[in-house]
T-cell receptor, first 116, second 109 residues
Framework: DGGITQSPKYLFRKEGQNVTLSCEQN?????MYWYRQDPGQGLRLIYY???????QKGDIAEGYSVSREKKESFPLTVTSAQKNPTAFYLC???????????????FGPGTRLTVL | AQRVTQPEKLLSVFKGAPVELKCNYSYSGSPELFWYVQYSRQRLQLLLRHISRESIKGFTADLNKGETSFHLKKPFAQEEDSAMYYCALSGVSGSRLTFGEGTQLTVNP
């Protein structure tokens, strides 16, 4: 597997602490996404970015922040304001909007965050 | 607003039996529909998309705009089909995907 990497695989955090999840891709994709996966709720979009230095809120952005300083990287920070952060987090990427196949998203292996 | 509903959280069938995973959507324009699959200990990956009209691993899905459905079907289920399946919708090329809640399919021997 290459393409999209997420680190770490498991992450533990104490309440009140911020934590940053890493997502890197070498697919030369313009668009990147962060999802949260909870049992019975599917995947919910947290933030997405279609181009460097620009990003938009998804459905559940409260308590999260992102940056997109490089095309390859889209880190997600889970802040202390996120009331229920324990979850499995998935990063994805896709080719530039408007081109054929633009909507196929390629996913990373995920990071499981547990708040103690 | 766009919404995807998968009414069955769990689905269990026997090997060789037909299987149908239901997906209904709501969207006011022309949607693009997908099925993603997540096998145990593997990444979420695209299974098929409606515009391709392909059969992947024996699975097919037809977009029914009248019933706003995109059900996934396979005539003879195999044990290796056991996985979590997600239906997803995109309204505009390159825009965000909206996922359903997922259906965990178990194919028993």
């Amino acid at each position: 597997d290459g393409g999209i990497t997420q680190s770490p695989k498991y992450l533990f955090r104490k309440e009140g602490q911020n934590v940053t999840l890493s997502c890197e891709q070498n697919l030369n994709h313009d668009a990147m996404y962060w999802y949260r996966q909870d049992p019975g709720q599917g995947l919910r979009l947290i933030y997405y970015s279609q181009i460097v230095n620009d990003f938009q809120k998804g459905d559940i952005a409260e308590g999260y922040s992102v940056s997109r300083e490089k095309k390859e990287s889209f880190p997600l920070t889970v802040t202390s304001a996120q009331k229920n952060p324990t979850a499995f987090y998935l990063c994805a990427s896709s080719i530039q909007s408007g081109l054929a196949g633009a909507n196929e998203q390629f996913f990373g292996p995920g990071t499981r965050l547990t708040v103690l | 607003a766009q919404r995807v509903t998968q009414p069955e959280k769990l689905l269990s069938v026997f090997k060789g039996a037909p299987v149908e995973l239901k997906c209904n959507y709501s969207y006011s324009g022309s949607p693009e529909l997908f099925w993603y699959v997540q096998y145990s200990r593997q990444r979420l990956q695209l299974l098929l998309r409606h515009i391709s009209r392909e059969s992947i691993k024996g699975f097919t899905a037809d977009l029914n705009k009248g019933e706003t459905s995109f059900h996934l079907k396979k005539p003879f289920a195999q044990e290796e089909d056991s996985a979590m399946y997600y239906c997803a919708l995109s309204g505009v090329s390159g825009s965000r995907l909206t996922f359903g809640e997922g259906t965990q399919l178990t194919v028993n021997p």
